[in-house]
């Protein structure tokens, strides 16, 4: 196969950014990664990716999905337990050959398996703070994802998203008279970027039309502001993603578009094929 067809895969790019990251992490800014829980997501995901490639009878493996799904992972989830860390590789990429509508999995796996493993142990949580509130670090972070984004070409999730959450959390500071740079100190979160660049903006799990992505990142945006500050409860975004991943076939009704895929290069002809029929698209 052609290695310059091969490396316009969107994927290659995330990865190279999301390794970036890792890596400053560990080496720069003391993130609390544990070396063996990353290598146990590592192994668990592809571990799973393997096998669902061949019960689904799927003609290759594919390991590019699965690592960013453990990278992501590597980045937001925190346990005291390697067995936790393999459970959420194996929880995530389990998912996508398990849980599908219309040839698309529902749940982006990285969120599936955190909320998940937060929900049902006491050995799993997200480390919020664990990036600082440097100005400079989040938006060299935010610049990084963004263009991954435009590889991808769905930059709309994301740029509604953290546009509609900004515009709520500037709105609630104004009503409660406190000072913008509170606001402005709560988007400087880099697990808030990470959600925003990486998870929501997943194009396997985001509705296929403009619209409906902007529609869906808005939703999702409420209901993050709803659970952050209505009722007092940690990890908004993640939770409000879980929790409207369910009605992306509804907005994909409602708005109609071309199915994503990320290996676009699996087919001599790609245009002439449904997306969801092409095998590998998982």
Not at 75 to 98: E, M, Y
Not at 132 to 144: M, R, S, T, V, Y
């Amino acid at each position: 196969m052609d290695i310059r067809a091969r490396l316009q895969d969107p994927r290659y790019y995330q990865i190279a950014v999301l390794g970036t990251l890792v890596a400053y992490g560990v080496l720069a800014l003391d993130f609390g990664i544990h070396l063996g829980n990353a290598i146990m997501i590592v192994a668990a995901a592809l571990l799973a990716q393997f096998t669902g490639t061949k019960a689904a009878g799927l003609p290759r493996f594919d390991p590019l999905s699965p690592l960013i799904t453990s990278l992501s992972l590597t980045l937001l989830l925190r346990t005291d337990l390697a067995a936790v860390a393999a459970l959420a590789g194996l929880i995530a990429i389990s998912s996508k050959f398990l849980i599908r509508v219309r040839g698309k999995h529902v749940f982006n796996p990285a969120n599936l398996a955190i909320v998940t493993l937060m929900l049902s142990s006491d050995h799993a949580w997200v480390s919020s703070g664990q990036w600082g509130g440097a100005a400079i670090g989040a938006f060299a972070l935010a610049c990084l994802g963004f263009i991954v984004l435009t590889r991808a070409k769905r930059a709309e999730t994301t740029i509604g998203f953290l546009g509609f959450y900004a515009l709520l959390l500037f709105g609630r500071a104004l009503w409660l008279g406190d000072p913008l740079a509170i606001p402005m100190h709560q988007l400087q979160n880099g697990a808030l970027l990470v959600f925003a660049f990486f998870m929501i903006s997943d194009p396997k799990t985001t509705p296929d039309s403009a619209v409906g992505r902007v529609v869906y990142s808005m939703l999702v945006a409420s209901l993050a502001f709803a659970i952050q500050f209505v009722l007092y409860r940690p990890h908004g975004p993640i939770l409000a993603l879980i929790a409207t991943a369910p009605l992306v076939p509804v907005i994909d009704y409602l708005f109609q578009g071309t199915i994503y895929r990320w290996s676009r290069y699996v087919s001599d002809s790609p245009a002439s094929r449904p997306a969801h029929r092409v095998k590998g698209a998982y």
